[in-house]
């Protein structure tokens, strides 16, 4: 019933920039925090960035600085404004969304399918 799209992934250089978008789609009645993880090959994933439903926000302290977590809620979307990057920052970009949806009784959470993030010269 609910799905959550990724994109905006992509190859770019280092010191560029990229925006992910992270789509939730289906009858959702709130969504409590979004949040986007990252995971390298051979390396565990790890979380990134987080918001939540009042706009409180924490960093890695490998992006602080750099990225930016946002929202819109009335697009049920969430994204990740990615300034600066290092080549350290390529890998797959999870979304992950706690939220609730019309006939629901709870809230639980949600992940996207990924989009690769490659910073390479």
């Known amino acids: 019933q609910v799905q959550l799209v990724e994109s905006g992934g992509g190859l770019v250089q280092p010191g560029g920039s990229l925006r992910l978008s992270c789509a939730a789609s289906?009858?959702?009645?709130?969504?409590?925090?979004m949040a986007w993880y990252r995971q390298a090959p051979g390396k565990q994933r790890e979380l990134v960035a987080a918001?939540?439903?009042?706009?409180?926000?924490n960093y890695a302290d490998s992006v602080k600085g750099r990225f930016t977590i946002s929202r819109d809620n009335a697009k049920n979307t969430g994204y990740l404004q990615m300034k600066s990057l290092k080549p350290e920052d390529t890998a797959v970009y999870y979304c992950?969304?706690?939220?609730?949806?019309?006939?629901?009784?709870?809230?639980?959470?949600?992940w996207g399918q990924g989009t690769q993030v490659t910073v390479s010269s």
């Open positions: 289906g009858s959702i009645f709130s969504i409590a925090a």
């Open positions: 918001i939540s439903s009042g706009g409180i926000t």
């Open positions: 992950n969304a706690n939220l609730k949806y019309s006939g629901s009784s709870y809230y639980q959470g949600y």
